[in-house]
């Protein structure tokens, strides 16, 4: 070995090869983590396998690509009729919930109301209570008042069961902006309501969509509730309707199955991607519960 | 101050403002006759003998503790309870809570393509319409399904033979991510310096998280186990869809247990009445956490 070449290895030791990539303890970590992510991965890749396949079963295999299973379920009235179902029922729900807990909110964070942390914990209370509770006396009452089998005062009652911690999480994004402002235009003779509008909606729009996106995922997914409340097939939203299938064996195809289950999960994805730019400080509860 | 008198209100202390009544006012319409009404009517409803048919529906009274003295020997409610007990403990406190952790660990110290990957893979599984986790869950579990294959199995169902571990499974799998993303979002928050300075004295990885995460921790576990627990017991869509509490009632918790009474057995006091127990069952567990995380702050 000349000089030269013995220099030259030298040198190869002094490079520093970043210690995480070649530790074992790297290795094991990464290693654990593609096992575990596969746990995850693999019941839902059977669903996208299967909405592709033209001979799908229960186990995962590569399809034999086709379109069919997408033109058999965008040809059926009652899937088509599902989707319809669910937009009423979500979009109502979304509408309702998030203005009432926009209103209410606002006072409880800025304005001075009695009893108002007494309020606040009753409030985070409730959002704890089962639905199923709740579906008893509130099936009563719909009998009663003849509210049965409808989209629109369904949507009521899930709108009530998503208002507590809607309101509450409202409360925690305004409470998150600087009061200063709207000091400043109460002083300057601005009124309550316009103080809201051009100040107050504005600032804590990323609070609205997040509490909005946060209740329609919510009712997208909601079964109990359309389930107990609603009977007519017109009414059916996609979960229930998913359900039905689930249990028509032979009805329903797995491939259609996969693939209406598939379409009705896309707008849930879509939009909890566009809420989580917003939402990473959403997790920081660390000291909530004292 | 005479002056100061012609000038309207004290502004120098808070008061009560109509104009904030008058924004509470629809919020507490519709939770007073959609949430509050039906909360208080079901603490009446639960003591009453009221069906959903026949002359029961009309006719209904309060039965006093008839209710209470017929769970205490229905076996079925008894059975109930367990596996109300057995899903919440298993999946939720447990399962979800270490897999979580462990979870936000390992992604905080893996690779970023790794990290990106497998948290984004996790989290969908969460955000999937629970309707969707049941269905690829029921397709997993199949006999001849991917689970069977995997496992060299393949005439077993194992949504009949093990239901329970399949729901709970199902549950921990819908729902890690939960605790996963408060867990990362916990460990982000840490003081850097007391870690470092434990690495700096040499304190091996395993040590480093017994003696110094996990005690600095426990305010993020305490609410971790909190919510948790507490939206797992109600847990009704995954496991109904599933299994309708089937087979037998081998996965009959206590929501698919008040829906079965009230709704296919017609009997809405009884039903009300077990929905009673489900909510003093989460009041005692988020009791015991808050008084946990109490004694040793």
Known sequence: MSAVEARRAGAEKLIVVPYSRVSPAAVATNMILILLGSFFLLPMLWMVFASVDSNPDWAIKLPTPTLANFTDVLGRADAISSFRSSLILAGTTTVVTTVLAVLAAYPLSRMHIPFK??????????????????????????????????????????????????????????????????????????????????????????????????????????????FVLTYSPDNQPGPVEIYNFMGSHGLFKFGDLAVFSLLFSVPVIVLYLFMSRYFSGAFNFGGAVK | MAVAAGLGPRLDRERFQWSSLAMLAPALALLGVLFIFPVLYSGYLGFTDLALVGSRSRDYQFTGLDNVTRMLSDYVFIKSSWLTIIFVVGSAIVGQTVLGMALAILLRNALVSVRAVIGSIVIVAWVLPEITVALVWYAFSQAGGTLSILLGHTDTNFLVAVPMLIVSLANLWRNVAFSMLVFSAGLRNLPTEVLEAAEVEGASAW?????????????????????????????????????????????????????????VFHQLGYGTAISLVLVLIGALFSLLFVRASRSQV
């Open chain 2, 207 to 263: 040590r480093r998280y017994r003696m110094v995460v996990l005690p600095l921790l426990k305010p993020t576990i305490v609410t971790n186990l909190l919510l948790v627990t507490i939206l797992n017991l109600s847990e009704f869509t995954l496991i109904y869809a599933m299994t309708q509490g089937g087979p037998g009632i081998e996965t009959m918790t206590l929501p698919l247990y008040v829906y079965q009474e009230a709704f």
């Open chain 1, 117 to 226: 942390r007494a309020f606040m914990l009753a409030i985070l209370f409730a959002s704890g209570l089962p639905v199923s509770m709740l579906i008893v006396p509130v099936y009563q009452m719909y009998v009663y008042f003849g509210w049965l089998d409808s989209l629109y005062t369904t949507a009521l009652f899930l709108a009530a069961s998503s208002l507590p911690f809607a309101i509450w999480l409202m409360k925690n994004f305004i409470d998150a902006v600087p009061a200063e402002l709207e000091q400043a235009a109460a002083i300057d003779g601005a009124s309550t309501a316009r103080i809201l509008r051009e100040l107050v909606l504005p600032l804590t729009l990323p609070g609205i969509a997040v509490t909005a996106i946060y209740t329609f995922i919510n009712a997208w997914g909601a079964f109990i509730i359309p």
